[in-house]
């Protein structure tokens, strides 16, 4: 069975300090992996995706497939990155788009 | 564009009584589903649907119900409510070509006493 993990669920960090939000995760086939993220208020959202290899509001992740990890990576935090994070795997199947897997969540705390 | 729309925002239930939490978008995707959040389990698949007529259980389907008759709608169906099921729950819907992203209500929190 796929399983994402995220072993903090408490981050707390000062602003300008690097931060760093694990997520391992365990899947049979090749990995399709995400972060979301939900501000206080807002709505979940979708932060970035290993296929597009981008980098959002200074945020990266990069996937390594011998770790199994897909760490989200910051090297100056700012207190408006302050929220909740979830690290997500699809699902197998074509059809499964709509279907992810999703972390505990960590709650990242940049103070000022 | 209203994107996904969730109602009601909040609810309080006994134990026992139905209810039926609706989820309605208007991106005309065909993937919907629901979710259930609950401190330190993160975001879990209850049902999930490719498209009008089409659903199947996620990992905690026991206790909902789900239909779909349109594209646009996909109410989720508390049968018979218990104590268990105080979560915060949010629907979502993508569509193939966004590989991944789904876009999500801003949730209905539900207390059953």
């Known amino acids: 069975a796929q399983r994402v993990t995220q072993p903090e669920k408490l981050l707390s960090v000062f602003k300008g300090a690097p931060v760093e939000l694990k997520c391992n995760y365990s899947y049979s086939g090749s990995p399709e992996l995400f972060w979301y993220v939900q501000y206080s208020r807002q709505r979940l959202q979708l932060l970035l995706r290993h296929i597009s290899r981008e980098s959002i509001k200074g945020f990266t992740a990069d996937l390594n497939k011998g770790e199994t990890s897909f760490h989200l990576k910051k090297p100056f935090a700012q207190e408006e990155d302050s929220a909740m994070y979830y690290c997500a795997l699809k699902n197998a199947g074509g059809t499964s788009y709509g279907k992810l897997t999703f972390g505990q969540g960590t709650i990242l705390t940049v103070h000022p | 564009n209203a994107g996904v729309t969730q109602t009601p925002k909040f609810q309080v239930l006994k134990t026992g009584q139905s209810m039926t939490l609706q989820c309605a978008q208007d991106?005309?995707?065909?993937?919907m589903s629901w979710y259930r959040q609950d401190p330190g389990m993160g975001l879990r698949l209850i049902h999930y649907s490719v498209g009008a007529g089409i659903t199947d259980q996620g990992e905690v389907p026991n206790g909902y119900n789900v239909s779909r008759s349109t594209t646009e709608d996909f109410p989720l169906r508390l049968l018979s409510a218990a104590p268990s099921q105080t979560s915060v729950y949010f629907c979502?819907?993508?569509?193939?070509?966004?590989?991944?992203?789904?876009?999500f209500g801003s949730g209905t929190q539900l207390s059953v006493l």
């Open positions: 991106m005309n995707h065909e993937y």
């Open positions: 979502a819907s993508s569509t193939q070509g966004l590989l991944g992203k789904l876009f």
